[in-house]
């Protein structure tokens, strides 16, 4: 029963062995193995793809290397959809270094030039919707946090970027949506609380947002949600 609880973490580092090679007479640890298989292994394949797809990008200087910015948005978007609603994808993301790339990503000169364009706004709102899942695993509701990736992602600087982003990108109702979605999520820890408000000015940014975006019911929400958040903080209030 352990040799196939470990069997997963081989088969999804690129070891040889494959779970034909296990026999397993237990019927309890037949069970067991049957649901490892079926849920567990695809997470930490689905993971470890999904950290070296997020790694490639990492490294890039020149977009036009993935195949142009619709290429890139098209995979993040995979990313997307694989994260939703998995705890446990979410948290081995978390574990296997997604959030600091996270910060990585997001100080990248494509994204932090001036003047960006519809592809690389894509972009940002594929990436800052990755930061969503990876604070709550189905986005909203505040029992599927992942404590563990809140604390990291503020740690390694994401909340400076995000607000650093908001303000740069705060024309584009579509940015502004999803940045004010992953500053909803990140707020959720006391230490990001201080940083995005005091710190990053995310509060006078949020009052920006809504200023511009009044019209835009999804903006609106998001930033509002945002600013209930980062009330919890004394003072942010003032």
Same mark, same amino acid.
């Given at each position: 029963q352990q040799q196939q609880q470990q069997s997963p973490g081989k088969a999804a580092s690129g070891s040889s062995l494959t779970w034909d090679q296990f026999t397993i007479t237990d019927g309890k640890a037949s069970a067991l193995g049957a649901e490892i298989k079926r849920? /567990?292994?695809?997470?930490?394949?689905?993971?470890?793809?999904?950290?070296?797809?997020?790694?490639?990008?990492? @490294? /890039?200087?020149?977009? &036009?290397? =993935?195949?142009?910015?619709?290429?890139?948005?098209?995979?993040?978007?995979?990313?997307?959809a694989l994260q939703k609603g998995n705890r446990a994808l979410n948290e081995e993301l978390g574990r296997l270094g997604v959030c600091e790339q996270m910060a990585n990503m997001l100080c990248s000169p494509l994204l932090t030039g001036a003047g960006v364009g519809v592809g690389v706004e894509g972009i940002l709102v594929q990436l800052f919707s990755i930061v969503v899942y990876l604070c709550r695993y189905d986005g909203l509701v505040k029992a599927s946090?992942? $404590?563990?990736?809140v604390a990291k992602l503020g740690q390694c600087g994401v909340c400076e970027l995000t607000a650093s982003l908001l303000s740069r990108n705060i024309a584009s109702p579509m940015v502004s949506e999803q940045?004010?979605? $992953?500053?909803?999520?990140?707020?959720?820890?006391?230490? @990001?609380?201080?940083?995005?408000? &005091?710190?990053?000015?995310? %509060?006078?940014? +949020? /009052?920006?947002? +809504?200023?511009?975006?009044?019209? &835009?019911?999804?903006?609106?929400?998001?930033? %509002?949600?945002?600013? /209930?958040? =980062?009330?919890?903080?004394?003072?942010?209030?003032v």
């Open positions: 849920k /567990v292994l695809p997470d930490i394949t689905n993971a470890v793809d999904a950290h070296r797809y997020l790694s490639q990008f990492d @490294n /890039v200087q020149d977009i &036009s290397v =993935l195949g142009g910015e619709a290429v890139i948005v098209s995979q993040l978007a995979k990313v997307n946090e992942i $404590a563990a990736n940045v004010c979605f $992953a500053i909803r999520n990140l707020a959720a820890n006391a230490d @990001n609380q201080v940083k995005l408000g &005091s710190t990053a000015g995310c %509060c006078e940014a +949020l /009052v920006r947002v +809504l200023t511009r975006h009044q019209d &835009s019911a999804g903006v609106v929400e998001q930033a %509002c949600w945002a600013i /209930v958040n =980062l009330a919890f903080n004394a003072d942010n209030q």
